[in-house]
């Protein structure tokens, strides 16, 4: 019982801590308690993705002398709505939800993806078959061609404003909803034409890397059989993003470090599981301008997209 009257004291001092205590921790961006949140595109291997994250958030610590936290979002929505609700800071997003990003909430693109060989853009290509008589944009007058769908950069929206530069109305436009089934119709004479992204053939071996070979081991012979027409204009790859209001000393600094980051072995093999590319440049929003005119020349509506993907 002597020790009782010591208790209440005691007691009021663990709880007077508990209270003052969060007042004395550091709240800042970047601190312990207040990381600085990185989001990472959907991905169909989310835990492959998180793991590979857990490596870049290391690194960025260790360089900038922040603390992060990633997360892996479920759908591409969720990526952006982020952003509107202060629960993102850096994000790499596709195209299309960055754009919805930027209008709705002022995010803003500092960084985008580099792709094999350093490619900083790649392409969409028109495709025929080699027996059709189809051999320029010209021939596709009165055809019929396949897209991927109304969303797709790649397979629709740059092909279509080719078409329609080069003035060529076509018969009739049909939706495959994939690039491989875009090809499989042209191959199999459904269509005349169709729409896909285009990869260059690999620099070393001369492997074939557009859409056709992703069909190549069903269709042995689609290289002989399907050709390409042409192809689109530059299209900008996806982008690293940062919110309106993030600290450009904050964001230089991060700048910084993922640039080395992507130089050491184990960045480069995080990136590639992160979001399948080879590294990371430069960029602003005015790379996304094209995109944006040919997606307001189509009345695509991107939140509907999003929504699908």
């Given at each position: 019982m002597r020790y009782a009257r010591y208790y209440l004291p005691l007691l009021l001092l663990a709880l007077l801590w508990l209270s003052v205590r969060p007042l004395l921790e550091d709240r800042s961006l970047g601190s312990r308690t207040n990381p600085i949140m990185v989001l990472l595109t959907p991905s169909v291997d989310a835990d492959r993705v998180s793991k590979n994250a857990d490596v870049l958030v290391k690194y960025l610590e260790t360089h900038t002398g922040y603390h992060y936290k990633a997360v892996v979002p479920t759908n591409f929505v969720a990526v952006v709505e982020a952003f509107g609700s202060g629960k993102a800071d850096i994000a790499i997003m596709n195209t299309f939800s960055y754009l919805l990003a930027h209008s709705r909430y002022g995010a803003n693109a500092v960084m985008k993806v580099v792709r094999r060989d350093g490619e900083l853009n790649y392409r969409g290509q028109i495709i025929a078959r080699t027996d059709s008589g189809i051999d320029t944009l010209t021939d596709l007058g009165g055809k019929r061609i396949a897209y991927v769908d109304p969303s797709s950069t790649s397979g629709y929206i740059y092909p279509k404003a080719l078409l329609q530069k080069a003035g060529i109305r076509t018969k009739e436009e049909v939706f495959g909803n994939k690039h491989d089934v875009v090809v499989m119709m042209v191959y199999q004479r459904q269509v005349d034409a169709g729409a896909t992204f285009y990869s260059p053939p690999d620099k070393h071996t001369g492997e074939i890397l557009d859409a056709r070979a992703k069909v190549h081991a069903q269709f042995p012979d689609v290289y002989d059989k399907v050709k390409i027409i042409a192809l689109t204009d530059p299209i900008p790859n996806d982008p690293v993003v940062v919110r309106k209001d993030f600290p450009v000393d904050m964001?230089?600094?991060?700048?910084?470090?993922?640039?080395?980051?992507?130089?050491?072995?184990?960045?480069?093999?995080?990136?590639?599981?992160?979001?399948s590319v080879e590294g990371l440049a430069a960029s602003s929003d005015a790379d996304y301008n094209d995109i944006r005119t040919l997606i307001s020349r189509y009345s695509v509506d991107i939140e509907k997209v999003l929504k699908k993907k």
């Amino acid at each position: 019982m002597r020790y009782a009257r010591y208790y209440l004291p005691l007691l009021l001092l663990a709880l007077l801590w508990l209270s003052v205590r969060p007042l004395l921790e550091d709240r800042s961006l970047g601190s312990r308690t207040n990381p600085i949140m990185v989001l990472l595109t959907p991905s169909v291997d989310a835990d492959r993705v998180s793991k590979n994250a857990d490596v870049l958030v290391k690194y960025l610590e260790t360089h900038t002398g922040y603390h992060y936290k990633a997360v892996v979002p479920t759908n591409f929505v969720a990526v952006v709505e982020a952003f509107g609700s202060g629960k993102a800071d850096i994000a790499i997003m596709n195209t299309f939800s960055y754009l919805l990003a930027h209008s709705r909430y002022g995010a803003n693109a500092v960084m985008k993806v580099v792709r094999r060989d350093g490619e900083l853009n790649y392409r969409g290509q028109i495709i025929a078959r080699t027996d059709s008589g189809i051999d320029t944009l010209t021939d596709l007058g009165g055809k019929r061609i396949a897209y991927v769908d109304p969303s797709s950069t790649s397979g629709y929206i740059y092909p279509k404003a080719l078409l329609q530069k080069a003035g060529i109305r076509t018969k009739e436009e049909v939706f495959g909803n994939k690039h491989d089934v875009v090809v499989m119709m042209v191959y199999q004479r459904q269509v005349d034409a169709g729409a896909t992204f285009y990869s260059p053939p690999d620099k070393h071996t001369g492997e074939i890397l557009d859409a056709r070979a992703k069909v190549h081991a069903q269709f042995p012979d689609v290289y002989d059989k399907v050709k390409i027409i042409a192809l689109t204009d530059p299209i900008p790859n996806d982008p690293v993003v940062v919110r309106k209001d993030f600290p450009v000393d904050m964001q230089q600094r991060i700048i910084e470090a993922l640039t080395s980051f992507q130089a050491t072995k184990e960045g480069k093999a995080a990136l590639k599981d992160i979001a399948s590319v080879e590294g990371l440049a430069a960029s602003s929003d005015a790379d996304y301008n094209d995109i944006r005119t040919l997606i307001s020349r189509y009345s695509v509506d991107i939140e509907k997209v999003l929504k699908k993907k």
